[in-house]
C-alpha cells in the first residue's frame, strides 16, 4: 500500500447541541465552572478508496427523539445533511468505528447499509450483560437506546460487524483501533494518520482538555464525572492517549468539546453547525 493512501482527509461534523449543560457533569472538579452548550460530532474521514465514520451521531426520529428530548439536547441537524455537504451518500460509507454504543455516539449506524461496522467485542457484550440486569442497575444503561442494540445485531446477521478484542493496528491502512475503557467497559479510541501526523478521535475517553492538561494546567489528569468504568481505567486511557500525541493537544478530536473545535481550520458552517478539518 502506498504512503499516500495511509494518509486521510480527516473531518469534524458536529451535528448537535445540548443546553445548559453542568460542566461539572461530565468532567470532576469544575463544579464552579457554571454551564455550556455541550456540542455534539462525529467524524469522517476519506483516503480515495475508503469513506469511514469514526461514530455516527443520531437520528432524531423515533427512540432516536426520545433520547434527544430526554437529555437536553434541542439543536440538531441531521448527519446525513452533513455529509451531503461533502459529496458523501449513506451508501459511500465503507467502514463505521464505533468508539462506544451510547445513542449520540451509535443511533445512526442503520442509515449506512454498506458499512462495516469495528467494534469492540467487550464494548457491545457488555451492553447485552447490562440490559439483562434488573431494572435497580438502570442507571448504566441510561444513555443506551436499545434500538441501537438491534441494528448493530442486524448488521451482524448481514456479517457486517467486526468485533475487536483490543488494540489492533491497521483494521484499515493508517487506523488504529486502542482499546480504552473508563467511560465504558470496551469503549476505545482511533488513530488516524494524517499529513500532520497522528490524529486521535477521542470517542468519550475525553471530555475536554482539562482531562488531559489537568486543572490550571498542572499535569495531572482529571477523570471524567459521566462513566460506568472505573477511574483507574479512565486515567490510563488518557495517558495512553496522550502518549499517541506527545502532549499535542491539537492533534485530539474531542467530540463534546466546548470549544467547538476553535483550534481546527473550519470547511463549512451549515445552519450555525460547523465542519472542521482536522487533517
Known sequence: MSANKANW????????????QPIAALVNGTHDEGLMDTPFAFVFARNGTHN?????????????????ERFGVPEW??????????????????????????????????KFPNAR??????????????????????????????DDLRNIFDASVEHRVHLLDG?????????????????????QFIILQSARGDIVISGDCVYSSTNI?????????VPLNNAIGSVWDQLKTIDRINDVIEGDL?????????DRWEHLPLVKDVDGFKISRAH
Open 9 to 20: 482527509e480527516i473531518y469534524v461534523l458536529e451535528y448537535a447541541r445540548a443546553k445548559d
Open 52 to 68: 469511514i465514520l469514526v461514530d455516527t451521531g443520531f437520528m432524531r426520529e423515533g427512540s432516536g427523539a426520545e433520547m434527544s
Open 77 to 110: 441537524i441531521s448527519p446525513l445533511t452533513l455529509l451531503a455537504e461533502l459529496d458523501v451518500k449513506p451508501e459511500d460509507i465503507t467502514d463505521i468505528f464505533l468508539s462506544h454504543a451510547h445513542f449520540d455516539h451509535a443511533g445512526s449506524v442503520h
Open 117 to 146: 461496522i469495528v467494534i469492540q467485542k467487550s464494548e457491545l457484550l457488555s451492553w447485552h450483560e447490562a440490559m439483562a440486569l434488573p431494572p435497580q442497575f438502570g442507571f448504566l444503561t441510561d444513555i443506551i437506546n436499545p
Open 167 to 187: 488494540d489492533k493496528d491497521n483494521v484499515l491502512p493508517g487506523v488504529h483501533a486502542r482499546f480504552g475503557p473508563g467511560h465504558t467497559i470496551g469503549q
Open 213 to 221: 492538561a489537568g486543572h490550571n494546567h498542572n499535569g495531572v489528569y
Open 250 to 258: 491539537s492533534r485530539l478530536v474531542i467530540m463534546h468539546d466546548k
